[in-house]
């Protein structure tokens, strides 16, 4: 009677088993992603100008960020970049001159900025837990599909992140990627901004593609589905006992 009632029931724990590890792995994949320096914007477009946001978690569980260090490379020089102020962070940056002078207005520019660093002020910082984005407004942008900042973290005990590797198209991510913007052209950009006008007058809602989000609610579906499938086990058992 006994292994009647357990078989169905052993089937559907092993289900539920199997779902609950994909749910704790689609979490682990969603955070830890996102565990280092990253760059994002929402109107960088090549040629154009934007906003560029920083940002940086803070991956210790004992020290404090205290300081982040931003690298332009030559090849991604822009003719105007300015930092915006952050509460309890003082900025300063570094000029280099360029080996090929750009054109900006009919003006020519002979250096850049190079580097950016933003430091956090006596006692204060990027605590445990916890992280901060800063934000650099600039261009034009160079006309490439992508630009890579590479950026250092320091922590109040010393020790620094380097996030400088470079992410190759059609390669395994690297333990420390710079930071990589990927660019819109110009024609994409209107394109994308048509589109969205037109859903504003009425067609199709916007629809979130963020893969994170995905595999949760994949995750969380299959959980449901697996205790369903408990649920029917254990039914299933206590029919097979009444017959």
């Not at 991604?76 to 900006?104: F, H």
């Not at 009919?106 to 900025?113: A, K, R």
């Not at 205790?227 to 097979?240: D, N, S």
């Amino acid at each position: 009677m006994f292994p009647t009632i357990l078989r169905p029931l052993a089937r559907a724990g092993v289900v539920l088993t199997a779902v609950l590890t994909a749910l704790a792995a689609s979490v682990v994949v969603a955070t830890g992603a996102s565990a280092h320096v990253t760059v994002s914007s929402a109107d960088a477009t090549a040629g154009g100008y934007g906003k560029l946001t920083f940002r940086v978690p803070n991956e210790s569980d004992t020290a404090s960020t205290v300081s982040l260090r931003i690298s332009i490379p030559e090849e991604e020089a822009m003719a105007s970049l300015r930092a915006q102020p952050v509460p309890g962070w003082t900025i300063t940056t570094t000029s280099a001159r360029l080996d090929e002078p750009m054109d900006s207005h009919g003006q020519e520019i002979t250096s850049y900025v190079s580097v950016v660093e933003f430091r956090a002020e006596a006692g204060g910082g990027i605590a445990p837990g916890q992280f901060q984005e800063f934000a650099l407004s600039g261009g034009p942008f160079p006309d490439a599909e992508t630009l890579s900042f590479p950026a250092v973290q320091t922590y109040s005990d010393g020790t620094e992140s380097a996030w400088i590797e470079p992410t190759v198209d059609g390669q395994e991510e690297p333990e420390n990627p710079a930071p990589t913007l990927s660019l819109t052209s110009t024609a994409d950009a209107t394109a994308t901004d048509t589109a969205a006008s037109s859903d504003a007058h009425g067609h199709d809602g916007p629809v979130s593609n963020e893969p994170a989000g995905l595999a949760l609610f994949l995750a969380i579906l299959a959980l449901a589905v697996g205790i369903a499938g408990v649920v029917l086990g254990y039914r299933a058992g206590r029919r097979t006992v009444s017959s």
